[in-house]
């Protein structure tokens, strides 16, 4: 498929980790990408070798999202696709965390996912085509210990997609999509100052991704529309198993931090000191 046929892709979270790495994924299979991030000299210098469009966004700001979405729909094509990737995390027990701290992580990790998906869908409408992909997590499949207001953020945003993507169908509305991708803890830069945090553990639990592996994921995802899909798929089967049955999660905690904990001392021998 030609990009002109495509239309134009926007990363938002673009300037460094598993977004630029999303953005070049989407460059190399032909898309155009509009990298998008909150720091403009970060996400230029990230998007100079991807076609060197960028432009500064806060994924909280509603005019700035509609704005960046205009300007995807007037390349060729219009607006064919929207990653929302942006995020952040906090680790601790929720009473850890004082009020700011968990507005932030609602804002952005929902809220602004919302904000993005809204505006992308107020272009595709008018289209009648488009696709936004969300950048979920394992934790908005399953309550992850430490990690409790990231994964209601998350948790938001799964439910958010599902539903906008029900609403599309029942409005007879059949070639927009809403896609989430749900991957297991992924070694970029929001991991990289965990190795030793107690909170971190659920991230470290399973099969800890790259974030190269994640976005070829996310590019065959961008392809092919589908509403949920885990990264790895076993993973998603297992957190799902255990978010139907949560005594049985419960009575499994000792299991996942002594899981967690192993899987930080195995990240921490491959990577050499100073080398995060």
């Known amino acids: 498929m030609t990009i002109s046929a495509r239309g134009a892709a926007v990363v938002t979270g673009a300037a460094g980790g598993l977004g630029r790495a999303i953005a070049a994924a989407l460059h190399a299979d032909g898309w155009r990408v509009l990298l998008t991030d909150v720091s403009a000299e970060a996400v230029a210098a990230a998007a100079a070798p991807l076609g060197g469009w960028s432009r500064r966004l806060d994924v909280r700001d509603e005019a700035a999202c509609a704005e960046v979405a205009a300007t995807a729909a ?103 999509h809403v896609s989430c991708l749900c991957p297991d803890g992924i070694w970029t830069p929001m991991l990289h100052d965990k190795l030793d945090d107690p909170g971190a553990l659920a991230s470290f639990t399973g099969s800890l991704l790259t974030p190269e592996r994640v976005a070829a994921r996310a590019a065959r995802l961008a392809r092919r529309p589908r509403p949920v899909v885990s990264l790895p798929r076993w993973r998603g089967a297992q957190v799902r198993l255990l978010d139907a049955f949560p005594r049985l999660a419960l009575a499994l905690t000792p299991v996942i931090r002594a899981a967690g904990r192993a899987g930080q001392r195995r990240q921490a021998r491959r990577v050499p000191p100073g080398a995060s």
């Open 74 to 176: 007037g390349a060729a094509g219009g607006l064919g696709l929207w990653v929302n990737n942006a995020g952040l995390l906090a680790t601790g027990a929720a009473w850890t965390h004082d009020a700011a701290t968990r507005r932030r992580l609602v804002e952005v990790n929902a809220l602004g996912a919302m904000t993005g998906t809204l505006a992308a869908l107020a272009v595709m409408r008018r289209q009648g085509h488009g696709h936004v992909l969300n950048v979920v997590s394992l934790a908005g499949l399953i309550a992850a210990p430490g990690e409790t207001v990231y994964a209601a953020s998350k948790h938001a945003l799964l439910a958010f997609s599902l539903g906008t993507l029900a609403d599309l169908r029942m409005a007879g509305i059949r070639d927009v």
